[in-house]
Nanobody, 123 residues
Framework: QMQLVESGGGSVQAGGSLRLSCTAS????????MGWFREAPGKEREGVAR???????YYVDSVRGRFTVSLDNAKNTVYLQMNNLKPEDTAMYYC?????????????????WGQGTQVTVSS
């Protein structure tokens, strides 16, 4: 059973930056497609970004241009670099792994999930 472990969350002021990391305990076909999701209190889980094949990246409109997803195959780790953070980015962030799907932001596409890391952005 593969495990995903996130780290890097914290509290920052608006305009600040954080880098989230997610390390997989094993490499399998699902680690070729890794996603980041977030869930704010009272809101549904939202797809934030996905990286496929190490190079094909996708973003929700609200973070495009501010967030960057990347993959380090040697470390089995996917990153989410978050710049110019806004209060509305405040949420629990989860990484996920699963098979490729035509709609990357559908949470049910993913088979493995991390425990989450909290990101809080103050104004």
């Amino acid at each position: 059973q593969m495990q995903l472990v996130e780290s890097g969350g914290g509290s920052v002021q608006a305009g600040g930056s954080l880098r989230l990391s997610c390390t997989a305990s094993a490499v399998n076909a699902f680690t070729n497609c890794m996603g980041w999701f977030r869930e704010a209190p009272g809101k549904e889980r939202e797809g934030v970004a996905r990286i496929y094949n190490g190079t094909d990246d996708y973003y929700v409109d609200s973070v495009r241009g501010r967030f960057t997803v990347s993959l380090d195959n040697a470390k089995n780790t996917v990153y989410l670099q978050m710049n110019n953070l806004k209060p509305e980015d405040t949420a629990m962030y989860y990484c996920a792994a699963g098979p490729w799907g035509p709609v990357w932001s559908v949470a049910t596409t993913y088979n493995y999930w991390g425990q989450g890391t909290q990101v809080t952005v103050s104004s």
